[in-house]
């Protein structure tokens, strides 16, 4: 089983600042793939960004340039830095991880569903609020 826990999220003016945080507990070898997705009230969850292991990132077109998702293998541990944040970034952000590597889906269409559907490991989640 593997546990994993985001941190970071906070409320902030449009153009602001966050970094997420996800630390992974138990076995990293079923974190292969990791990414991060988003929901906001009464919309479906999206895929935001997706790391592979071997570094290569993919991101939603809605989020380019503005978000990078990195790790720190020592500390086991999953980053999104979010800049330039705007009022529809909005939404509980999840961190979340699969056995299997990251595939053609999950670099190429992060929002596809069953992309999402995918992944077997997800955090509790943690919001970001941004007002303008």
């Known amino acids: 089983q593997v546990q994993l826990v985001e941190s970071g999220g906070g409320s902030v003016q449009a153009g602001g600042s966050l970094r997420l945080s996800c630390v992974v507990f138990?076995?990293?070898?079923?974190?292969?793939?990791m990414g991060w997705f988003r929901q906001a009230p009464g919309k479906q969850r999206e895929g935001v960004a997706a790391?592979?292991?071997?570094?290569?990132?993919n991101y939603a077109d809605s989020v380019k340039g503005r978000f990078t998702i990195s790790q720190d293998n020592a500390k086991n541990t999953l980053y999104l830095q979010m800049n330039r944040l705007k009022p529809e970034d909005t939404a509980m952000y999840y961190c979340?991880?699969?056995?299997?590597?990251?595939?053609?889906?999950?670099?190429?269409?992060?929002?596809?569903?069953?992309?999402?559907?995918?992944?077997?490991?997800w955090g509790q989640g943690t919001q970001v609020t941004v007002s303008s």
């Open positions: 979340a991880a699969r056995p299997r590597a990251c595939d053609v889906p999950v670099m190429t269409t992060i929002q596809a569903l069953g992309v999402l559907r995918s992944f077997a490991y």
């Open positions: 790391l592979d292991i071997d570094g290569g990132t």
């Open positions: 138990g076995d990293t070898y079923s974190t292969n793939c």
